[in-house]
């Protein structure tokens, strides 16, 4: 930091504290950093760290009465923005300094048009002639890069892509030339495509506006994207903070050290060939349509996935990548049959279950067992740990006391204590109930696992467990594993062979090294080259 | 273990736990309702032992006597305690009010259990529900009771019929969302019988919002009941109940007013400490619809 | 637009189909013979069978239901036992009291509403939300033939300021007539207002925990302009859909606080028909009443795409 710069943002001492009856005192407490002029300051970490209490902090957007700042200074250019009133604090938001969210769908209003989404801060602020803010509105979103901005203010946000919603909340958060920009997690809800666009978006404009950017993420490829420092919280505690390239490349605190070590890398390790073993589920051109007809037009049809052939082998994992909307969840539901597919086969040991009837199925349900994103809801909330385990194995005539046998061994090995089997869902963290439901799938002694998206939900060290916990029963019990994932790191990592999924189809399959390395279809370069940190290799500092 | 046993041990036990701790604490409104309830229920209950006369046989000596020292809440035209009438007039609304709370709740479940799990079902009830949800609920308990003769049996099946599509709606809107939670796909995954999926995964998630929503039936009967009795439709005059005895006093409003205003208070506390407990019993058994509501 | 019209009305047939089903079985699956039933306790043998032959009750029951609905679907609702009229023309007569004590009733309810709820959730948690909110608990409770006993207790009786009973057409003498229309409208908005302003204040509260809510602090919008340009509008579906719903429950309402005030409407005429067992009127009026409330449902769905864009036809 050189010292003859004046911070624009100068946090010193910050402490915020919690409600009384919640799980600690203070959501942040003593945190102390400053965003210069003309950077990029990420503040990373993961959910709890506090990162986002202390942006809203600055914004002045805390919830009234629930949480409330007790100690320290938050300094806008040398003035504490603590010490100001309601309405001050209001003529500065918007003005001097404005924020951007995470999800930009909820962050617009659905009823009332862009342009008066963006016109309105011009209102707030400024006594601008209707001709001036019109013609300041289209200048920033042609800044912005949003296209045919005279046609576009008239849409409503359900009518254009996330990317260019966001596009619409930077429009208006630049509207009046801020000197601080908040960004929180601006581009977690997007799709990788549209998250590198955004990141350009965001680099561009800071250079370009000179405008100081407080970003927070948990992703440290977004860090390693554009920082150019970063700060690291945990659990409301400013551990470490510097340049971005010291911390990334050397990071000195052992939480900072942790986190980039779990960072999948995106280079696939060798593996061993399982082009030998036998094939466990092959789907054969299998497709899904929705119809969605109505008595006064023709029959809309779309289709979810098309003429998809892929097969699994014993103990080997295939990953299907994609972005949201490739189908490559209706792909994992199909396979479960939990939806029906509409065309093709699906083989399991080479039987076709693609069309067997609700009683011939369930026969054949121990074959192939799923485990779901989100952990809060994978369990029901009103059975202990056991009745969720052992209810699978009971439906297949397994005695009770043999199910709770095989319960209690399949938590020692997914690595919870077996006493905790009594327990509810409620008692355990979202990685402790993931582990769970690998431990529920597995009491059913599957052929196939399906993981649909099963560790995006879940912190980065956290994440890196349950991966490992994944592969490890992998090989313990020669599955073969279906893996589906949006997040090409972890795709590298645990995945003998990759399959990219876009629009409905396969459009390009093969080894994960080979996918990885030269990808061939012009999707899945583009899909690559959006990733965020890329070209940067996160070093393993797990033993250091 | 059932699975009842195994629901209600895990969660109702808590949930009841904690209703015993904040009733008083942060629900004192719902501390009224519930007083009143059991109020209400002692009256019904205890009605011969408390101070009461024969509240039928006619008295002409006494007739329209006002509220006083002999007769509490005066006597109407044939000389008859009005107190006396109220109070036995309790037994008709706890009965119905508490019949067609668990008719309607009993009903609506089972049909919104396989409205929201049978796709053919689901088309044809939900249609017969919309067209029943059209009839204005009180003519259509008219039109039943006076078609079929007034009894006990009919007013009650009659004021029970309008309420059934609501809790339709509400179990199959339930059902709906419940049935694409990630739990109960995977355990239709793990090849559980829909028979279990339903009692084990779905049903304990309608029981909360039904027992807020059977309070609000049971208070929207009472008023019911008492709305037909007062014109002249509901349970039979031999039996006293607070829509009959105000019905008997509208022609004597001017002179007595006294005789609709006991009952009608009467009736109004009662319905009043029902629905303050249905609002207590929402906040605290589902905060997420105590914010939608 | 039209086609989402047209779409919607299509959709009003099986629903008032099933309510004419239920009006038609309602009578026939009644315990004993519906001719005699209709044709009430003094009636000859003659008189019944000419009900018999009336009502076609020799045919099969599909081919009765059949006939029936052929002439209901010509606007025909059965000819009234007692007085020898056409139910159609009973209504028309009796229709315009309802009609004026219903929109009077809405009108009021909404302003009064709406504002209150407003008013609630702006001070949640205050004593202020506290105590509206315990209005409208009460509302929902009192029963109201009471509410109209009490009123008229109270001020025709005691304070001699309105008419006791009765009613007056507006364009005969539009004075007395708001002062024959004001304690009916009061009661009968009591419990419509208990309704409106409990799902607006807990629609209000609901969207302003939405993100942007929290975008348009962000851009340092005043609480006030937020609440009004943000909030309120967002908030309106769930309102409008309560508004449309509790059009049952108005109706309901009207029948018996004409009967407490003596309006000489459509709730009077189905309670005086319920008395005499007039069953042509009483079927009659279920089905216009039902006619009326899926109407104003209709109108409600077509004001949801007037307020909110993402609602598609």
């Known amino acids: ?544 | 273990m059932s699975a009842i046993t195994d629901w209600a041990g895990a969660d109702l036990r808590g949930k009841i736990a904690g209703l015993r701790r904040s009733m008083l604490a942060r629900h004192p409104t719902m501390a009224f309702g519930g007083a009143m309830l059991i109020f209400m229920i002692f009256c019904a209950v205890l009605a011969p032992w408390l101070f009461t006369g024969d509240p039928i046989t006619f008295n002409p000596i006494n007739r329209l006597k006002s509220p006083g020292d002999s007769f509490w809440f005066g006597t109407d035209m044939f000389g008859r305690d009005i107190y006396s009438r109220t109070i036995y007039g309790t037994r008709i609304s706890l009965v119905i009010g508490l019949s067609a709370a668990l008719l309607s709740v009993a009903f609506g479940l089972v049909i919104g259990l396989a409205a929201g799990y049978v796709r053919i079902l689901d088309a044809i009830l939900m249609r017969i529900m919309d067209g029943l949800m059209a009839i204005p609920g009180i003519l259509l308990a008219i039109a039943l009771v006076s078609l079929s003769g007034a009894s006990l049996l009919t007013v009650t099946i009659a004021i029970t019929i309008p309420e059934i599509p609501r809790v339709v709606r509400l179990v199959r809107a339930i059902v709906l969302t419940v049935r694409e939670e990630p739990y109960v796909e995977a355990a239709v995954a793990a090849g559980t019988r829909l028979h279990l999926i339903l009692i084990r995964h779905i049903l304990p998630n309608t029981i909360p919002p039904l027992i807020v929503q059977a309070s609000y039936v049971c208070a929207s009967a009472m008023l019911n009941e008492a709305l037909l009795g007062f014109l002249g439709v509901g349970t039979p005059p031999e039996i006293p109940s607070w829509g009959n005895i105000m019905a008997e006093g509208r022609t004597y409003f001017q002179l007595a007013p006294w005789i609709i205003f006991f009952p009608g208070a009467a009736l109004a506390l009662t319905v009043l400490g029902v629905n303050v407990l249905g609002d207590g019993l929402r906040d605290t058994l589902d905060p997420r619809i105590a914010k939608k509501m | 637009m039209l086609a989402f019209i047209a779409k919607r009305m299509v959709a009003i047939i099986p629903v008032m189909g099933v309510v004419a089903l239920f009006v038609f079985l309602m009578l026939r699956l009644s315990p004993g013979d519906p001719a005699s039933i209709i044709a009430g306790d003094y009636a000859s043998p003659a008189d019944i069978e000419r009900i018999r032959e009336q009502l076609g009750l020799n045919a099969p029951i599909p081919v009765q239901f059949g006939k029936w609905l052929w002439t209901l679907a010509h606007g025909d609702l059965g000819i009234s036992i007692f007085t020898n009229l056409p139910v159609s023309k009973l209504i028309a007569q009796r229709i315009e009291p309802t009609l004026m004590l219903a929109s009077t009733t809405l009108v009021f309810a909404v302003l009064v509403a709406v504002p209150l709820g407003i008013i609630a959730a702006w001070k949640a948690g205050t004593w202020i939300d506290r105590a509206i909110m315990i209005f409208a608990v009460a509302g929902f409770s009192i029963p109201v033939f009471v509410l109209g006993y009490i009123l008229i207790f109270q001020f025709s009786l005691e304070l001699r300021w309105f008419p006791v009973q009765g009613y007056t057409s507006p364009f005969v003498d539009f004075w007395k007539f708001l002062r024959h229309i004001t304690l009916p409208t009061v009661t009968l908005s009591v419990i419509y207002i208990a309704l409106i302003t409990r799902i607006t204040r807990a629609s209000v509260i609901e969207v302003m925990e939405e993100d942007y809510i929290r975008t348009a602090r962000a851009k340092g919008q005043s609480e006030r302009i937020v609440l009004m340009r943000h909030a309120l509008k967002n908030a309106a579906v769930p309102i409008i859909t309560v508004i449309g719903l509790g059009v049952a429950l108005l109706i309901g309402g009207v029948v018996i606080t004409e009967s407490v005030y003596n309006i000489p409407g459509l709730g009077r005429l189905v309670v005086d028909a319920i008395l005499k067992r007039d069953y042509p009127i009483i079927q009659g009026l279920i089905l216009v009443f039902s006619l009326v409330y899926v109407m104003v449902n209709l109108l409600v769905d077509i004001i949801y795409t007037l307020v909110d864009p993402r609602i598609r036809y």
């Open chain 1, 1 to 544: 930091m050189t010292s003859d710069q004046q911070a624009i943002l100068d946090i010193r001492g910050l402490t915020v504290r919690l409600p009384a009856r919640a799980d600690r005192g203070n959501a942040i407490e003593n945190v102390s950093f400053s965003v210069l002029p003309h950077e990029i300051l990420c503040v990373v970490g993961e959910s709890g760290s506090g990162k986002s209490v202390t942006a809203h902090t600055v914004m002045g957007l805390l919830p009234p009465k629930q949480l409330t700042a007790t100690a320290g200074q938050v300094l806008l250019q040398g003035d504490d923005l603590l010490k100001k009133t309601p309405g001050e604090m209001r003529a500065l938001r918007g003005a001097r300094m404005s924020m951007i969210f995470q999800e930009p769908m909820t962050a617009l209003n659905p009823l009332m048009s862009i342009g008066d989404q963006i016109e309105e801060i011009l209102q707030i602020h400024t006594q601008m002639s209707a001709a001036e803010s019109h013609g300041r509105m289209i200048e920033v979103m042609e800044a912005v890069k949003l296209p045919e901005p005279e046609r576009l203010i008239h849409s409503y946000p359900h009518q254009i892509s996330g990317g260019q919603r966001q596009r619409v909340m930077i429009a208006g958060a630049l509207a009046l030339e801020p000197i601080l920009l908040i960004a929180d997690e601006p581009t977690t809800a997007l799709d990788v495509t549209t998250q590198a666009q955004i990141l350009k978006l965001i680099k561009d404009i800071q250079r370009t506006h000179g405008t100081a950017v407080l970003f927070i993420t948990h992703d440290f490829g977004v860090v390693a994207e554009i920082a150019d420092r970063v700060v690291v919280m945990q659990h409301g505690l400013v551990v470490e903070q510097g340049e971005a390239k010291n911390v990334l490349t050397n990071p000195q605190h052992p939480y900072t050290r942790m986190l980039i070590s779990s960072v999948p890398s995106m280079t696939p390790p060798k593996r061993p060939d399982t082009a030998a073993a036998p094939v466990v589920l092959e789907t054969q051109a299998l497709c899904k349509t929705y119809a969605d007809r109505s008595l006064f037009r023709a029959a809309r049809e779309t289709r979810a996935a098309h003429n998809v052939d892929l097969t699994v082998r014993r103990g080997e994992t295939l990953g299907v990548v994609g972005e949201s909307g490739s189908g490559k969840s209706t792909l994992a539901r199909c396979i479960v049959r939990l939806i029906d597919p509409t065309g093709g086969q699906i083989l399991i040991d080479g039987h076709d279950i693609a069309g067997l009837s609700e009683r011939r199925l369930r026969e054949n349900r121990r074959l192939v067992q799923i485990i779901f994103q989100d952990p809060y809801r994978s369990l029901n909330p009103r059975r202990t740990v056991k009745a969720s385990i052992i209810e699978g194995p009971m439906n297949f005539g397994v005695s009770k006391a043999e199910a709770l046998t095989r319960a209690s061994d399949l938590m020692t090995l997914v690595g919870l204590d077996p006493d905790a089997l009594d327990r509810f869902p409620h008692q355990f963290s979202g990685g402790q109930r993931q582990r769970i439901c690998i431990a529920r799938a597995l009491a059913m002694n599957p052929e196939v696992l399906i993981a649909d998206e099963a560790v995006s939900a879940l912190d980065v060290s956290v994440q890196a467990q349950v991966l490992e916990l994944l592969d490890d029963v992998r090989k313990r019990f020669n599955l073969a594993i279906l893996f589906i994932t949006h997040d090409l790191r972890v795709a590298a990592q645990i995945c003998d062979r990759i399959a990219v999924m876009y629009k409905g189809e396969i459009v390009e399959h093969g080894k994960a090294a080979e996918v990885f390395g030269t990808p061939s279809h012009d999707y899945t370069q583009a899909l690559f080259n959006a990733a965020p940190g890329r070209d940067f290799e996160f070093g393993n500092f797990a033993s250091a």
